[in-house]
């Protein structure tokens, strides 16, 4: 059974502190994904990762930079938090190029 | 890039009804065109999938259509049941994107009974 976790289920930060979020997975898949969830916009992806140390940008990657220096672990980085980034944040991971994509269960990030 | 649109955004549906979710997509090259589901708390979760090499698949209560020439494709849930009550998602890619889904604004079905 694909486990897909994330550091925290809710996280409260201040404007302008730096946030880590950490997803890992533990079957060896080589595709991981952030999205953001905002009611009305659907899952939107801000970056994702098709090897280890390799990233692609997403459709909205201002804002944000990743880190992936193991297959198992994909991290999204807030580099100075703003008020809109206050959403729901879920990772993702798929085996090859097709397919289901398994998620996380999320974290909930109030930025005040 | 791809563009995902769906329809309706709310669904409110009596108990065995059956409800219908559309969506439109852009990208021509798009092939894979998955459905997922979440309940409210819960990751999003794939209920079925379709490739562009097919025009429709059945699981049970669930189906997709796929019209490759209008660029749009369907979820169709028969006998609904209050535990169908969720956001779904559908949403589309390619197989030269590492998997990356475009996916559609969600819509909310309530099941009443």
């Known amino acids: 059974d694909v486990k897909v976790t994330q550091s925290s289920r809710y996280l409260v930060k201040r404007t302008g502190e730096k946030v880590f979020l950490e997803c890992v997975q533990d079957?060896?898949?080589?595709?991981m994904f952030w999205y953001r969830q905002d009611p009305g916009l659907g899952l939107r992806l801000i970056y994702f990762?098709?090897?280890?140390?390799?990233?692609e940008k997403g459709d909205i990657p201002e804002g944000y930079s990743v880190s992936r220096e193991k297959k198992e672990r994909f991290s999204l980085i807030l580099e100075s938090a703003s008020t809109n980034q206050t959403s729901m944040y879920l990772c993702?991971?798929?085996?090859?190029?097709?397919?289901?994509?398994?998620f996380g269960p999320g974290t909930r990030l109030t930025v005040l | 890039g791809e563009n995902v649109e769906q329809h309706p955004s709310t669904l409110s549906v009596q108990e065995g009804d059956s409800a219908v979710i559309k969506c439109t997509y852009s990208?021509?090259?798009?092939?894979?065109f998955p459905w997922y589901k979440q309940e409210l708390g819960k990751r999003p979760q794939l209920i079925i999938d379709?490739?562009?090499?097919?025009g429709e698949k059945k699981d049970q209560r669930i189906a997709v259509t796929l019209n490759k020439t209008a660029k749009h494709f369907s979820l169709h849930i028969t006998e609904t049941q209050p535990e169908d009550s969720a956001v779904y998602f559908c949403?589309?890619?390619?197989?030269?994107?590492?998997?990356?889904?475009?996916f559609g604004a969600g819509t909310q079905v309530v099941v009443t009974p």
């Open positions: 993702a991971s798929i085996p090859d190029t097709f397919g289901e994509q398994f």
């Open positions: 079957m060896d898949h080589e595709n």
């Open positions: 990762s098709y090897d280890v140390k390799m990233k």
């Open positions: 990208d021509s090259a798009s092939n894979y």
């Open positions: 379709i490739r562009s090499n097919v």
């Open positions: 949403a589309a890619s390619r197989t030269d994107s590492w998997g990356k889904l475009q």
